[in-house]
């Protein structure tokens, strides 16, 4: 009975409790540093939005992982260096959302740009520091999953937004989703699915994407180059998430690459 109360304790606290006082805390601090003059005038505040941003991250996280293996150490688990980094990681894509409320003549517009930058920087370091001091837990690898796929998302509907990239770029942010509705289609009509390719590409075509987006937002990056090269940059990510679907249907051989 103790130990269904403290499963059900750490899932509180991971579904409701976190998420809470994260975005509390997040919309505080950019209450506390954007300046009133730049956002005062805003229907919604950026610091609204990117709290809620980061707690509907959390929130996911905390509702879809097994707490089984958290309650004996939940806070060495979740709060450890990796993790920290992860969450960070969440923190500041949150706030790049937050600028979709905010006009792109801002005089913070460096900001979406750094903060998504510094982003990119942590999702190479948490996963090295969480293989180095064996720190690998279900619960990091959700988070990771959780905050990539939010950043492309955030970062890229800024940038449409403030037409620092064509519309047709948030294709890449639909393409996870399109590909897991087509798996979730395939079971439902009891299809085969098959494992997807054992390949690398895909994790290396994302950091390109992650440096691209980077670059479109930042302020003196020229508009008209980055629409000319962002075919080039999305047409492969694109063809892997193609190459996937097409392996996990089975119209194509499952190869490792």
Same mark, same amino acid.
């Given at each position: 009975?103790?130990?269904?109360? $403290?499963?059900?304790?750490?899932?509180?606290?991971?579904?409701?409790?976190?998420?809470?006082?994260?975005?509390?805390?997040?919309?505080?601090?950019?209450?506390?540093?954007?300046?009133?003059?730049?956002?005062?005038?805003?229907?919604?505040?950026?610091?609204?939005?990117?709290?809620?941003?980061?707690?509907?991250?959390?929130?996911?996280?905390?509702?879809?992982?097994?707490?089984?293996?958290?309650?004996?150490?939940?806070?060495? $688990?979740?709060?450890?260096?990796?993790?920290?980094?992860?969450?960070?990681?969440?923190?500041?894509?949150?706030?790049?959302?937050?600028?979709?409320?905010?006009?792109?003549?801002?005089?913070?517009?460096?900001?979406?740009?750094?903060?998504?930058?510094?982003?990119?920087?942590?999702?190479?370091?948490?996963?090295?520091?969480?293989?180095?001091?064996?720190?690998?837990?279900?619960?990091?690898? $959700?988070?990771?999953?959780?905050?990539?796929?939010?950043? +492309?998302?955030?970062?890229?509907?800024?940038?449409?937004?403030?037409?620092?990239?064509?519309?047709?770029?948030?294709?890449?942010?639909?393409?996870?989703?399109?590909?897991?509705?087509?798996?979730?289609?395939?079971?439902?009509?009891?299809?085969?699915? +098959?494992?997807?390719?054992?390949?690398?590409?895909?994790?290396?075509?994302?950091?390109?994407?992650?440096?691209?987006?980077?670059?479109?937002?930042?302020?003196?990056?020229?508009?008209?180059?980055?629409?000319?090269?962002?075919?080039?940059?999305?047409?492969?990510?694109?063809?892997?998430?193609?190459?996937?679907?097409?392996?996990?249907?089975?119209?194509?051989?499952?190869?490792?690459?």
């Amino acid at each position: 009975m103790a130990e269904l109360r $403290r499963k059900r304790s750490v899932s509180v606290g991971l579904g409701v409790g976190l998420p809470a006082f994260a975005a509390l805390c997040l919309a505080a601090v950019l209450w506390g540093v954007l300046p009133l003059d730049e956002t005062e005038q805003l229907l919604v505040s950026p610091a609204v939005v990117a709290g809620i941003c980061w707690a509907g991250q959390l929130w996911y996280v905390g509702y879809s992982v097994d707490t089984v293996g958290l309650t004996g150490g939940v806070r060495r $688990r979740l709060f450890g260096l990796a993790n920290t980094l992860t969450l960070l990681r969440g923190a500041l894509y949150a706030v790049v959302a937050g600028f979709v409320v905010v006009p792109a003549t801002t005089d913070l517009a460096w900001v979406p740009a750094l903060c998504y930058g510094v982003g990119v920087v942590f999702d190479k370091l948490d996963g090295t520091v969480a293989r180095s001091v064996g720190q690998q837990t279900a619960l990091g690898a $959700r988070l990771d999953t959780a905050f990539d796929t939010f950043g +492309f998302v955030a970062a890229p509907l800024l940038a449409v937004l403030w037409g620092l990239l064509p519309i047709w770029y948030l294709s890449i942010s639909a393409a996870r989703y399109v590909f897991l509705a087509g798996i979730r289609w395939r079971r439902l009509r009891d299809r085969p699915v +098959f494992d997807r390719p054992d390949s690398d590409l895909g994790k290396y075509l994302a950091g390109v994407q992650m440096g691209f987006i980077t670059i479109a937002l930042v302020p003196s990056t020229p508009t008209d180059l980055v629409w000319t090269v962002a075919p080039i940059v999305l047409a492969p990510s694109l063809a892997v998430f193609a190459r996937d679907y097409l392996t996990v249907s089975g119209r194509l051989p499952r190869t490792n690459t």
